[in-house]
């Protein structure tokens, strides 16, 4: 396992300057060109985003502007940030009736079913020398 994780690890570093190179310099050029303004937040979380599904799914993210489940991460990661300042029993009465900021995450699971679950039966008939972690972990 640890040489199939190494073996990922790798593959990953090469994809990531890749995406540097092909994706993030030429968006940032291009912005910087026509003196646009950018929210870099945004660029960096699309960035993030295309590459964990291209390590893990191995899945290149070519949708522009955003992805429904892109959007749908985003979103949900202040609320469930908030379940650490909000006691227990008030998130989680929130969540069983889907009010107030746990609507979102609620909202976005289905977001992520839909993006995920045609991914995952697709990698059900992968080759064995495909390098993503989704395989090295169905493999152990």
Same mark, same amino acid.
């Given at each position: 396992? +640890?040489?199939? *994780?190494?073996? *990922?690890?790798?593959?990953?570093?090469?994809?990531?300057?890749?995406?540097?190179?092909?994706? %993030? %310099?030429?968006?940032?050029?291009?912005?910087?060109?026509?003196?646009?303004?950018?929210?870099?937040?945004?660029?960096?979380?699309?960035?993030?985003? $295309?590459?964990?599904?291209? *390590?893990?799914?191995?899945? $290149?993210?070519?949708?522009?502007?955003?992805? !429904? /489940?892109?959007?749908?991460? #985003? $979103?949900?990661?202040?609320?469930?940030?908030?379940?650490? *300042?909000?006691?227990? #029993?008030?998130?989680?009465?929130? &969540?069983?009736? &889907?009010?107030?900021?746990? &609507? +979102? !995450?609620?909202?976005?699971? +289905?977001?992520?079913? $839909?993006?995920?679950? !045609?991914?995952?039966?697709? &990698?059900?008939?992968?080759?064995?020398?495909?390098?993503?972690? %989704?395989?090295?972990?169905?493999? /152990?």
């Amino acid at each position: 396992m +640890q040489q199939a *994780v190494g073996f *990922v690890l790798v593959r990953w570093k090469e994809l990531l300057w890749v995406k540097v190179e092909t994706g %993030l %310099l030429p968006v940032l050029a291009s912005f910087c060109k026509q003196g646009a303004e950018v929210d870099l937040q945004d660029i960096f979380q699309r960035f993030t985003f $295309d590459n964990i599904c291209k *390590v893990v799914l191995d899945y $290149d993210c070519i949708e522009l502007p955003h992805i !429904p /489940c892109e959007k749908a991460f #985003s $979103d949900s990661v202040k609320p469930l940030l908030l379940r650490h *300042v909000v006691p227990e #029993s008030i998130w989680k009465l929130q &969540k069983r009736l &889907k009010i107030g900021r746990e &609507k +979102q !995450p609620t909202e976005a699971s +289905q977001n992520f079913d $839909d993006f995920i679950y !045609p991914l995952v039966s697709l &990698k059900n008939g992968e080759q064995e020398n495909d390098a993503n972690l %989704l395989t090295v972990f169905r493999k /152990c």
